[in-house]
């Protein structure tokens, strides 16, 4: 079962990955992990991407992929995987789609968690982080024991400048420029499925596994 998870920015598409591999026993793989994986293992994939992002430039979609395939031939990825944070864009869904079509197989599902830009808004700017510890919080939905403070570790909480309204926004445009056409790319290949991100983390993860089977 190889699933791609689709979905703005604070949509909660990690969360809902995390899930999925939990409870189908596959890997739940996000490029961001990836990255970090690889550049401080020193691999020679990792150290490629570095000279890159050191020389400030975008990682090429060529190198990405490579870097996702050396993942997905894996021996815990047999049975499928949950792709987080890749593809990102049209022209990355294509590399992805003719790399993965050379090993005889294919991407099963394509799941959009769908959620409206003012719902992210207000979701992203409740959060609240511990910059020590890197615990996370939500006034609304996770709030901490005491206002402002961390449970852990007891430091100040703070707004991060990625959850600043101004700064989603920006986020939010992008992902419509770049990454919402992927959404007619899945839906023409008849693997695409939405669903309700407004619900709750189990109401949405039901709807997701109803789509996937028991």
Do not use: W
């Not at 989603?168 to 445009?173: E, P």
């Amino acid at each position: 079962m190889k699933i791609i998870m689709l979905g703005a920015p604070g949509a909660g598409k990690g969360t809902q990955a995390i899930s999925i591999a939990e409870k189908y026993g596959i890997p739940h793989v996000s490029t961001g992990d990836l990255f970090r994986s690889n550049i401080s293992n020193k691999t020679e994939l990792g150290m490629e991407a570095k000279s890159y992002m050191d020389a400030g430039k975008l990682v090429p979609d060529a190198l990405t992929v490579r870097m996702l395939l050396d993942r997905v031939s894996k021996e815990d990825c047999k049975n499928g995987y949950v792709l987080d944070g890749f593809p990102r864009t049209i022209a990355q869904a294509e590399v992805l789609e003719a790399e993965v079509k050379k090993l005889g197989e294919q991407i099963d599902f394509a799941i959009d968690v769908e959620v409206p830009d003012e719902n992210i808004v207000k979701r992203m700017s409740g959060r609240r982080a511990c910059l020590k510890c890197g615990a996370t919080y939500h006034i609304v939905h996770v709030p901490p024991k005491q206002e402002g403070i961390c449970d852990q570790c007891g430091e100040a909480l703070v707004l991060r400048d990625d959850d600043a309204p101004e700064t989603v926004l920006k986020r939010l445009n992008v992902y419509h420029e770049q990454t919402q056409p992927l959404i007619d790319f899945y839906k023409a290949r008849n693997i695409l499925h939405e669903v309700d991100g407004t619900k709750d983390r189990e109401s949405v993860f039901k709807e997701i596994v109803e789509i996937l089977g028991e």
